[in-house]
């Protein structure tokens, strides 16, 4: 590895503290530099949403403090250090006036919450919750409160709701969509986990947007696409993410939905590589822990010269939704085929078959969720 310079790991969230974990494990020597807008705490990002069932506050999230990794890792950490420009002919990353040399450079700077522009005098009471300085916000600002409106009915909106109403909170979700969870399962799954979280006493409006959240006599008023309106205290937005490209956009590197990469986690510049919530890896933008993990195992070996692609195998993904438990491995988009469904007692087994009867996917809820092992054995494995 090259003249001296280290490699560069921009992120020190779950893709760029694991990458320099596998980097260790394989070499104990090679210079590794973290460079981290915020404050370099090691923590996993999905216990963000089980904070109230796992009575945890941000404090204690954190595993780690960015000294801590240094020490474990033998890595150096800058925090509070945003990377504002990439030159690649250089081999240069630039924080403002600063610049620093890269032998490799690894961008695994995650993803943007995407912001509605929602007017009103009440919009300082809306959260988006998507790190751990997010979430003390979140946390503080709940104190003392009981009402708590979340728009967006998907994992995060979902799983949200679930953890408030184990807190004690009065919560409504409001989303345009049909049910919950309309983008991950198949619509008669997606009611099973709605239909679980009403019985524990959330409210969903679903078909509706909140257009306006104003502040009112002891909280906020959100105004819905109805007329109607929702007295709360908090409203949380959940309503997605986006990969942050603009910086790799201006370095010259190509862009689609995320950072466009090979299996090689190659970018389009040479010594130039991505993972994670920024990366769209041979297509697909995966926001979850299983494929990042993959991907840093690949990436590892590959920056300690032995070149190798990412396999994912069979990587189902679990709803923090105790209320209604859901599982679902969705089919890879290329395959062609369709859903059937099985209903027992409001729960939910929903397979994919190809067209000759093949399985490439499945969505389990409540009591099904357990056939989930022996269900992802009959998935083929990738090529
Ligand atoms: P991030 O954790 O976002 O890290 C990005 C890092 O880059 C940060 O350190 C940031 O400061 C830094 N950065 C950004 N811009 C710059 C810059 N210009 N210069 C320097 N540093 C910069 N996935 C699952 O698989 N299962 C779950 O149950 C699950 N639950 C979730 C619950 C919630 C509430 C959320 C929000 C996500 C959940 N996910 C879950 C998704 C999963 O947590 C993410 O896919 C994963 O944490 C992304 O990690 P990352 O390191 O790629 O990005």
Same mark, same amino acid.
Request: aromatic share 6%; net charge negative.
């Given at each position: 590895?090259?003249?001296?310079?280290?490699?560069?790991?921009?992120?020190?969230?779950?893709?760029?503290?694991?990458?320099?974990?596998?980097?260790?494990?394989?070499?104990?020597?090679?210079?590794?530099?973290?460079?981290?807008?915020?404050?370099?705490?090691?923590?996993?990002?999905?216990?963000?949403?089980?904070?109230?069932?796992?009575?945890?506050?941000?404090?204690?999230?954190?595993?780690?403090?960015?000294?801590?990794?240094?020490?474990?890792?033998?890595?150096?950490?800058?925090?509070?250090?945003?990377?504002?420009?990439?030159?690649? &002919?250089?081999?240069?990353? !630039?924080?403002?006036? $600063? +610049? *620093?040399?890269?032998? @490799?450079? /690894?961008?695994?700077? =995650? #993803?943007?919450?995407?912001?509605?522009?929602?007017?009103?005098?009440?919009?300082?009471?809306?959260?988006?919750?998507? &790190?751990?300085?997010?979430? !003390?916000?979140?946390? $503080? +600002? *709940?104190?003392?409160? @009981?009402? /708590?409106?979340?728009? =967006? #009915?998907?994992?995060?909106?979902?799983?949200?709701?679930?953890?408030?109403?184990?807190?004690?909170?009065?919560?409504?979700?409001?989303?345009?969509?049909?049910?919950?969870?309309?983008? *991950?399962?198949?619509?008669?799954?997606?009611?099973?986990?709605?239909?679980?979280?009403?019985?524990?006493?959330?409210?969903?409006?679903?078909?509706?947007?909140?257009?306006?959240?104003?502040?009112?006599?002891?909280?906020?008023?959100?105004?819905?696409?109805?007329?109607?309106?929702?007295?709360?205290?908090?409203?949380?937005?959940?309503?997605?993410?986006?990969?942050?490209?603009?910086?790799?956009?201006?370095?010259?590197?190509?862009?689609?939905?995320?950072?466009?990469?090979?299996?090689?986690?190659?970018?389009?510049?040479?010594?130039?590589?991505?993972?994670?919530?920024?990366?769209?890896?041979?297509?697909?933008?995966?926001?979850?822990?299983?494929?990042?993990?993959?991907?840093?195992?690949?990436?590892?070996?590959?920056?300690?010269?032995?070149?190798?692609?990412?396999?994912?195998?069979?990587?189902?993904?679990?709803?923090?939704?105790?209320?209604?438990?859901?599982?679902?491995?969705?089919?890879?988009?290329?395959?062609?085929?369709?859903?059937?469904?099985?209903?027992?007692?409001?729960?939910?087994?929903?397979?994919?078959?190809?067209?000759?009867?093949?399985?490439?996917?499945?969505?389990?809820?409540?009591?099904?969720?357990?056939?989930?092992?022996?269900?992802?054995?009959?998935?083929?494995?990738?090529?």
């Amino acid at each position: 590895i090259s003249d001296g310079a280290p490699i560069v790991i921009i992120g020190t969230g779950l893709s760029g503290y694991s990458l320099a974990r596998e980097v260790r494990k394989l070499n104990k020597d090679v210079p590794l530099l973290l460079v981290t807008a915020d404050d370099g705490h090691s923590y996993s990002k999905p216990m963000l949403s089980t904070g109230f069932t796992k009575a945890k506050t941000a404090e204690q999230l954190s595993m780690a403090d960015p000294g801590k990794m240094a020490e474990q890792l033998s890595i150096d950490v800058r925090t509070y250090t945003t990377v504002t420009r990439i030159d690649t &002919d250089q081999h240069i990353v !630039r924080i403002g006036d $600063e +610049a *620093l040399k890269y032998s @490799k450079l /690894v961008i695994a700077w =995650g #993803a943007d919450v995407v912001r509605l522009d929602i007017p009103g005098s009440g919009v300082g009471s809306v959260f988006s919750i998507n &790190d751990l300085a997010d979430y !003390r916000l979140f946390r $503080e +600002a *709940l104190n003392g409160k @009981k009402r /708590v409106l979340i728009m =967006g #009915a998907g994992l995060i909106g979902c799983e949200f709701a679930n953890d408030l109403r184990v807190g004690g909170y009065d919560v409504d979700v409001v989303a345009p969509s049909e049910t919950a969870l309309t983008s *991950l399962l198949p619509l008669e799954a997606g009611e099973s986990v709605a239909e679980g979280l009403t019985n524990a006493g959330v409210r969903f409006h679903f078909g509706r947007v909140v257009t306006q959240v104003d502040k009112s006599e002891g909280g906020v008023s959100a105004l819905l696409d109805d007329g109607s309106t929702i007295e709360t205290d908090i409203v949380i937005s959940a309503v997605g993410l986006k990969p942050r490209t603009v910086l790799a956009k201006n370095a010259g590197l190509e862009v689609n939905s995320g950072i466009v990469v090979n299996r090689m986690l190659e970018t389009s510049a040479p010594d130039v590589f991505a993972l994670g919530d920024c990366a769209e890896v041979d297509g697909q933008v995966m926001l979850y822990v299983l494929p990042l993990m993959a991907c840093a195992r690949a990436l590892a070996k590959t920056l300690v010269g032995q070149p190798t692609s990412v396999k994912y195998g069979v990587m189902p993904i679990m709803t923090k939704t105790p209320a209604c438990p859901a599982v679902v491995l969705p089919p890879r988009p290329d395959v062609k085929g369709a859903w059937t469904i099985e209903r027992e007692a409001g729960h939910v087994k929903a397979l994919f078959n190809d067209l000759e009867g093949g399985l490439h996917g499945f969505a389990l809820t409540g009591d099904f969720t357990p056939e989930k092992q022996a269900l992802a054995k009959l998935i083929p494995a990738e090529d």
